[in-house]
């Protein structure tokens, strides 16, 4: 297969994927009765695919196509913040795991990898929170509520997202990557190279 064929498989398959997430945006529902507005859906499944796949530029690059698409489809309520916390941590989750599981594509390294990143995503949903989101989104949020907010919410939330979202992957990724390739062909970042394993 040439290069230009592989290139175009491998645009096929990410826009498939980030398709498929922004189906999967629209089933949502809320998680925690006290913060109704933080709202879970499965759309991280078909990245975090996508950076186990091909790895994490992928995924990141997924997460960022899917939040285009929605708000273009869909509109925001938010003014584009609530896509950009999506974006923010859902790329984190996704990279993270993409890029710890590429040096050793085994079970245990997958499991090792979405444990970490759902520790990472948790971390940077605390500082996103703090110093992006809540200032743009509710800038007269006080310190206290603030806190509560994060400690409360946005930190079992993402765990509990993160644990989720891997417990699914671990159960689907083997039959999906053996479709996704297919043809034999992997594509990490800007390299395009013949799958080995």
Not at 43 to 61: E, K, M, Q, R, Y
Not at 105 to 115: E, L
Not at 143 to 165: H, W
Request: glycine fraction near 8%.
């Amino acid at each position: 297969m040439s290069n230009v064929s592989t290139k175009t498989s491998y645009l096929v398959k990410l826009s498939l994927l980030a398709a498929i997430s922004v189906v999967l945006m629209y089933l949502e529902f809320p998680l925690l009765p006290a913060f109704p507005w933080l709202k879970i859906d499965g759309s991280d499944l078909p990245a975090l695919i996508g950076s186990f796949a091909f790895g994490p530029i992928t995924g990141v690059a997924i997460e960022a196509l899917k939040n285009v698409l929605i708000i273009l489809i869909k509109g925001t309520e938010t003014a584009g913040i609530g896509q950009l916390a999506n974006f923010i941590i859902g790329a984190t989750f996704v990279g993270t795991a993409g890029m710890i599981y590429k040096y050793k594509k085994t079970r245990t390294n997958a499991i090792i990898s979405m444990a970490v990143a759902t520790v990472v995503m948790s971390i940077i949903g605390i500082f996103a929170n703090i110093f992006i989101l809540i200032p743009l989104y509710m800038p007269g949020m006080s310190s206290a509520d603030l806190m509560n907010y994060v400690t409360k919410g946005i930190v079992p939330f993402n765990l509990i997202k993160g644990l989720g979202v891997s417990i699914i992957t671990l159960l689907v990724y083997k039959r999906i990557s053996v479709i996704i390739n297919r043809e034999g062909f992997q594509y990490e970042g800007e390299k395009i190279s013949k799958k080995t394993a």
